[in-house]
């Protein structure tokens, strides 16, 4: 799993701990296995932790999705925020680039020329 994830034993295994991942079995050897369900879930955890959601929200989150129920208005209203937040960044990104790009167009107007005090 930590290899075809990209993230570390130590992680995953904290995950579990957490109760935020489940195996689906243990090897004889005692190797936490996982099904293909995880590859999403870990994922998914992985994004909100990016957003700075705490692991109880996570996990509700999860229990959601597993069950394809949520009662918790609650955890709507995160979510809700936490979309309105990442529109909000991406709005801000845009208008940043916008702003990056019309400066390149005006330094590539220059021609490179410096001006006559550094002469």
């Not at 992680?11 to 090897?27: E, K, N, V, W």
Request: glycine residues 10%; neutral net charge; proline residues 3%.
């Amino acid at each position: 799993m930590a290899q075809r994830s990209g993230v570390p034993v130590k992680t995953i295994r904290f995950y579990c701990d957490q109760g935020l991942l489940q195996p689906s079995a243990r090897s004889e050897g005692g190797y936490r296995l996982f099904d293909e369900t995880v590859d999403g879930e870990l994922a998914l955890i992985r994004m909100l932790r990016a957003l700075e959601i705490p692991l109880a929200t996570i996990g509700e989150v999860l229990q959601a999705r597993r069950s394809g129920i949520c009662h918790c208005d609650e955890l709507k209203t995160t979510i809700g925020s936490k979309a309105g937040e990442i529109e909000q960044r991406i709005s801000d990104l845009q208008h940043l680039h916008g702003e990056l790009t019309r400066m390149l167009n005006t330094w590539q107007a220059c021609g490179g020329r410096r001006p006559a005090a550094e002469r």
